[in-house]
């Protein structure tokens, strides 16, 4: 995301004479930032042709959203987890409500990173008083749309909250999840999940095994997940279907455990850019295919509602 924000900013500032005469001469990788991708998508466009990354990315989308999970995406109100340009986002905070606004969301749960993950811009505590204070203006402006506060909160080693108390007890939602030491035993990992859930201060249960699934990948967290799931289902806490393609994460074997064990259902973007908002029906989908009641769906709940069963955590 960042590459491309980085070419178009190169393109813009070259001015589209300067693009022309570069392309025409095979030197478009001339300007900084500009690679390969990149290279070929402007003279596609030079061409006046859709550029077909594009196209593939929007079939794939497009599958999704018609696909079984249809009825779900129908019926989420908001995303519970998103980033903007203060962590590791690439935009700034109106411009991802401005774009769930777009897509018919009542809400967006900002979540940016907490401190300790520094390679994230993760936010003191100083930078996070902040924000509040941006998106209480911003609710002003862009009312009857609400920017729910919130934060994806790192859970430490010893299952300890990577953020003020305090300051998490005044936040809306809190996206939990593991950054760090993903190959820990399995003992190790299932205390620290477990230590999270119990915390009054969080909600949801972030991408629980931190897998990816495409280039390299990364394999799944070890942990004991019946006795995680009990502790969520216990906490009414919820288990998040986190919706990025390179995650779709819990696989499919964990998330019916936990729709078996009576948890509750958090789909998610974890968008880090605008576009990435559109990608709710892939955990939809998923979500469709194990059979999951929408009252178990935490986002279908209205902004009231959800905040409701947030606060009665700390209870």
């Known amino acids: 995301m960042r590459a491309y924000r980085g070419a178009a900013d190169a393109i813009r500032q070259a001015g589209e004479e300067r693009v022309k005469e570069l392309a025409a001469a095979g030197r478009l990788k001339d300007l900084a930032g500009v690679g390969d991708k990149t290279e070929q998508i402007v003279l596609e466009v030079l061409a006046g042709k859709t550029p077909s990354y594009l196209i593939q990315l929007e079939g794939s989308l497009e599958e999704a959203e018609n696909g079984p999970g249809a009825a779900v995406r129908a019926a989420l109100k908001g995303d519970c987890h998103t980033h903007s340009d203060w962590s590791d986002g690439g935009s700034p905070i109106k ?40 998106v209480e203006q911003l609710n002003e402006e862009l009312a009857p749309f609400r920017i729910l506060t919130g934060i994806e909160v790192d859970i430490l080693d010893d299952g300890a909250l990577d953020q003020e108390e305090e300051l998490l007890a005044q936040l809306d939602v809190v996206v939990a999840s593991v950054h760090s030491k993903l190959r820990m035993d399995s ?20 991408h629980c095994t931190g897998r990816l699934v495409v280039g390299r990948g990364r394999p799944e967290s070890t942990f004991d997940a019946e006795l995680v799931f009990a502790c969520a289902e216990k906490f009414d806490k919820a288990v998040e279907v986190n919706s990025r393609p390179e995650r779709l994460d819990p696989p499919r074997r964990l998330l019916r455990l936990a729709v078996d064990m009576g948890c509750k259902i958090s789909i ?33 709940r209205s902004a009231d509602d959800l905040l409701a069963w947030a606060a009665s955590h700390a209870a």
């Not at 606004?101 to 996070?128: F, Q, W």
Request: hydrophobic share 45%; charged share 25%; with cysteine.
């Open 187 to 206: 003992e190790g990992m299932t205390k620290r999940m477990v230590a999270a859930l119990a915390s009054p201060h969080v909600d949801i249960l972030g």
């Open 95 to 134: 411009t991802m409500a401005e774009a769930a606004i777009a897509l018919g969301h009542e809400y967006m749960v900002l979540t940016d990173h907490s401190p300790r993950l520094t390679v994230a811009k993760g936010l003191s505590p100083e930078r996070l008083r902040l924000q509040l204070g941006i």
């Open 268 to 300: 998610d973007t974890d968008a880090h850019a605008p576009g990435q908002l559109e990608w709710l029906p892939y955990g939809c989908e998923r979500v469709a295919e194990v059979g999951v009641d929408l009252d178990r769906i935490v986002n279908t």
